[in-house]
């Protein structure tokens, strides 16, 4: 990736993140049930890249609703459970910004965070959000987190009628660590499906709750709204792997914990 610059994704990169949502073609299935599919590529123990695909069937969740909710980063401070810190830095173009998220992971791995460039785009129907990360001067990694890379990551809803949408999520994650098998395994048979499922549930509250959080206020949609300051894309470079701390935590015993029901 050297001598790359940074750059917001075109219409081309969009339609190819939607084609590899589609696809099935060297994706190994590892967990179906109730609604949710799990896929997961090059998901081996001691590899630094992790790859994995999660689709869920909305039944009573229309696309409009699914996508306020991937976007409304007040919302997400309030259902989001894993998340540490999200805010976002500035805006790049009417459709891309830039932003800082962390969560907690599986104990006792240290905690993770990620700077990404993050682009969206209606396309007929459907819609799509992705993100790749990016170093901005302003927010190097911290000495209490691991900076991980998100190669690319994002989500595509697909409109399947009024109240009713498919959600995939697509993540190439690059966490910066060994990583032990049980948390390999728990990733894509438990934590990939909660998540979903709490985003479902996230959406079955969203319209109540908006109506009482600024009810008109999506600068996803009207970017004319927005309150975020613009930035050039000259301040952001490309967040080589190989340049953060790599850690080994493969030798680490899942912590016993009580997990959340839901």
């Known amino acids: 990736m050297s001598g790359q610059t940074v750059t917001v994704p075109d219409d081309q990169a969009f339609a190819s993140f939607k084609a590899e949502c589609l696809s099935e073609d060297s994706w190994s299935l590892t967990h179906t049930k109730a609604g949710i599919t799990v896929w997961t590529q090059g998901l081996e123990e001691g590899k630094s890249v992790h ?10 969740v229309s696309a409009e609703i699914m996508y306020d909710v991937l976007h409304d980063i007040e919302y997400r401070r309030k259902w989001d459970t ?13 459709n891309a910004d830039v932003g800082y998220y962390s969560w907690k992971c599986p104990k006792p791995l240290r905690n993770r965070d990620v700077i990404t460039l993050r682009s969206w785009l209606p396309m007929g129907k459907d819609y799509i959000i992705m993100n790749y990360s990016v170093k901005h001067a302003k927010y190097p990694p911290k000495k209490d987190m691991v900076r991980a890379v998100s190669i690319q990551t994002g989500y595509m809803i697909q409109s399947q009628g009024p109240n009713h949408c498919t959600l995939t999520y697509m993540a190439q994650v690059d966490p910066r660590g060994s990583l032990p098998k049980w948390v390999v ?8 499906p909660r998540a979903m499922k709490k985003i479902n549930k996230a959406c079955l509250k969203y319209s109540e709750w908006k109506q009482r959080h600024n009810p008109g206020f999506k600068p996803w949609i009207y970017p004319e709204q927005t309150t975020l300051p613009s930035i050039p894309l000259s301040e952001l470079s490309i967040q080589h792997a190989d340049s953060l701390e790599n850690i080994d935590e493969s030798s680490l015993a899942e912590a016993q914990e009580r997990e959340d029901s839901d």
Do not use: P, Y
């Open 51 to 60: 790859k994995i695909k999660c689709r869920m069937v909305c039944k009573d």
């Open 82 to 94: 894993n998340v540490i810190e999200t805010f976002d830095i500035g805006r790049l173009t009417v």
């Open 185 to 192: 395994n728990k990733s894509s048979h438990f934590l990939a």
